[in-house]
C-alpha cells in the first residue's frame, strides 16, 4: 500500500517561512514524479510544483516562482517544498502528490494546513 505523509504546516505571520515535507512509503517514484498542490477554502485544488525524481527537473506555478523552492531526498523517499516570503492568499491546505510517470497523478497524501497571518 502507498502512501504519502505530510508534515511542516502550520502558522507563521506574513513573510515567513515554511518547510513541507512529504515521505512516501509502499514504492518509490523513480521514473515518475512527486509535487504539491494546494486547496484554498471554497475553491478547487490547483498545482503548486513538481520534481521529476530521476532528473531533478522543477516546475513551478508563476504565483509561487521564485519564493518555493521543491526538492526532494531519493535515500528517504521524501519530497520538500521550502516556502519563503509567505503571504496571506498562500493560506490553504497543501498536499503532497505522487505520479508514477511524469505524465500522471495517481497518489495523494492527507494534506497539511498553512496559515498565513497578515
Known amino acids: 500500500q502507498v502512501q504519502l505523509v505530510e508534515s511542516g504546516g502550520g502558522l507563521v505571520q506574513a513573510g515567513g517561512s515554511l518547510r513541507l515535507s512529504c515521505t512516501a512509503s509502499g514504492r518509490t517514484f523513480s521514473g515518475g514524479r512527486m509535487g504539491w498542490f494546494l486547496q484554498a477554502p471554497g475553491k478547487e485544488r490547483v498545482f503548486v510544483a513538481t520534481?521529476?525524481?530521476?532528473?531533478?527537473?522543477?516546475y513551478y506555478v508563476d504565483s509561487v516562482k521564485g519564493r518555493f523552492t521543491i526538492s526532494r531526498d531519493i535515500a528517504k523517499n521524501t519530497v520538500y517544498l521550502q516556502m519563503n516570503s509567505l503571504k496571506p492568499e498562500d493560506t490553504a491546505i497543501y498536499y503532497c502528490a505522487g505520479g508514477r510517470l511524469v505524465e500522471t497523478w495517481d497518489y495523494w497524501g492527507q494534506g497539511t494546513q498553512v496559515t498565513v497571518s497578515s
Open positions: 520534481i521529476t525524481w530521476n532528473g531533478g527537473i522543477t
